[in-house]
């Protein structure tokens, strides 16, 4: 039989057919493949392998990504871990400086901007698909569209405290004649881009009142980004710079859904189109407890996520970059209740709790009040990246993801440094003098899901150089 026309060697195949193969490796394999010779990393970068494996781990990243600034990219490595990965960069390097010299644009027969786009999105999949979190996500709060008195300030919904010796450990909104108003929290995210997926929320029991009342709201909903809280440098703007913009927002809060303020059977909500308008947005159904809370536990129990729908997320036709959740339903319990959301980008680090409708009537004064004593956003920050809006000519002012380092949140020591006001990094956990008894049973059930969480939100660079040189396989 002839064997002629048959490739005898993998590397003799066709660019695009090794491509298709190459792009089956798991993100480790791939970054190992890199090392192998320089056909490989050619056409791992040609092909842009890394953008694709971007793509799978989050589809917004098409939209996210779309012009990037890859200026920053450290554009060679500096070490390799097998003695071939070690010649091969001598190598490299060596070809680099002579290309410097001839002003050549090319490292090792691939552009340099080929090179460094590939580097961008490497470094880029090794964030998105970091370990969530410990610490919460939510850094300040920033208002509440109303608070009955000055004590119960929305700040008090950072520290997970159901009970204190001072009470204050609440927040509480005016009193309202009508079950159908709502009310909206607006709070910072530690990062001015984050990966969120899930929000948590715990009503207030009055205990200090006649039968103990939950003043939980009739439902929740949640919006992301829309606001930038962040300077173009990545650091947090200034209270006193947000605080006319974040009460604008806060005046415009939509009333409860009718079917929810009259009592109608409740749905799932419908799946949201990519790129749908908010209004499209605000007409999903409100999602039953039953169906995503209730199983939540057995789920965690198992071991397992509940499954969400993938949804990709597209810039609005605005300059803010928005996603608006589904109306959830929230029990009238006196306890953490979470709510999943499709692993969505927050972009500028604004994050807005809309509590719609109001269950319960104060007996004082016969006027309904919604009360929340904990808030939690879950997820993780993307390091080293921002995503903003373009200004110059060739960006076309749309948005542009940019690689910048030194990340300030690193340098001000991580999440654990400013997660929930800084109270984790505080002596003793943050709860400080006075503090009182608090209930830790939102810390246990946290602590009962660890498998999802990263064992240290501290990363050093040493680990992920390793891992984007040829990488460790427990990350994945």
Known sequence: MATGCVAERLVDLPDELLARIFIQLSPVQLSWLERVCRRCRTVVVEHQLWREHCLRAHPAVGAAAASIDAYRIPKFSSGFVTDAGRQMGAEEAAGAAESADSGSTHVGGVAEAAVQRSAFFKHLHYRLTAPLARESLIAAALGASSTDNPQESVANVLRPASRTRDLMCYWSSRGS??????????????????????????????????????????????????????????????????????????????????????????????????????????????????????????????????????????PSAGPPWVWESPVYEVQSLDELQRFPIPPTLCVGGYLRIELLGKRQRQAADDQFYSCVCYARAVGAPIYSFQLEQGESVEQGGGWVLSYRTPDPLQAAGGLVAVSEGGRLAAPGGGGGEGAGEEDGSDMESLEGHSDQFSDSEEETDEEEEEWLLGGDAGAY
């Open 177 to 314: 004649p009508t079950e159908h108003s709502s009310e909206a929290l607006a709070f910072r995210l530690a990062h001015p881009l984050c990966l969120v997926s899930e929000v948590q929320l715990r009503p207030f029991r009055a205990f200090f009142q006649w039968g103990s009342p939950i003043y939980a709201p009739k439902a929740v909903r949640f919006r992301l980004g829309g606001l930038a809280c962040f300077a173009p440098s990545g650091e947090p703007l200034p209270f006193a710079d947000l605080a006319p913009a974040v009460q604008r927002d806060l005046r415009e809060v939509p009333p409860a859904p009718p079917g929810l303020a009259a009592g109608a059977a409740v749905q799932a909500p419908a799946e949201q189109q990519p790129g749908a308008p908010p209004a499209a947005q605000q007409q999903a159904a409100v999602q039953q407890p039953g169906q995503q809370q209730a199983a939540l536990p057995e789920q965690q129990a198992a071991g397992t996520q509940p499954q969400q729908p993938q949804q990709q997320q597209q």
